[in-house]
């Protein structure tokens, strides 16, 4: 059996951060599946399906990595792929408290997973989706933060919405 690491989020957009923990996590797993929340309770910028697209571009050079849209609870994805690990990123303090509250409701649900934590690199370690759609919505410079094509892609989104005067 090989040793399959789901990374669950939102992605939304995907940063270069997440590309960061993808990267790190493909050196201690033999296939690493990105699993895009299809979530419909929250209140996205991208479709699921544009972020699994967006992940797709962006990791389309990494050996190893599927990207895969799911819906309910991350346990029974993990099940269904055969997958026995999950990996997070954490950035700070308080990002630990929601994710040790997931951890124990995932242990409780399924005693047999465990959840990895991986920071990422320091350059990357302020980074959020929320941050980047506020800066881009701003007109900042978010080159730096996110692949081109996601750039462009977050751009084009923006202009719509302001467009439509929607708010996210």
Do not use: W
């Not at 590309?19 to 910028?45: F, G, M, Y």
């Not at 800066?135 to 933060?145: F, Q, R």
């Not at 692949?147 to 989104?157: A, D, G, I, Q």
């Amino acid at each position: 059996m090989k040793n399959v690491i789901v990374y669950p989020g939102s992605f939304d957009p995907v940063t270069y951060g997440h590309l960061d923990i993808i990267k790190r996590a493909l050196a201690i797993c033999d296939r690493l599946i990105v699993a895009v929340s299809s979530n419909p309770t929250e209140n996205h910028l991208f479709s699921s399906k544009e972020r699994v697209l967006l992940l797709k571009e962006t990791t389309k050079g990494a050996k190893n990595v599927d990207v895969k849209e799911f819906d309910g609870l991350l346990i029974n994805f993990l099940e269904r792929k055969g997958a026995k690990i999950i990996i997070r990123g954490l950035r700070a303090v308080s990002d630990f408290e929601y994710e040790f509250q997931m951890v124990l409701t995932n242990r409780k649900l399924n005693e047999k997973i465990d959840t990895i934590f991986m920071m990422p690199t320091e350059k990357y370690f302020y980074l959020s989706s929320s941050l980047i759609k506020e800066l881009a919505t701003l007109g900042a410079d978010i080159s730096k933060y996110v692949p081109e094509f996601v750039e462009k892609k977050l751009k084009e989104k923006i202009s719509y919405a302001k467009s439509q005067k929607k708010a996210f």
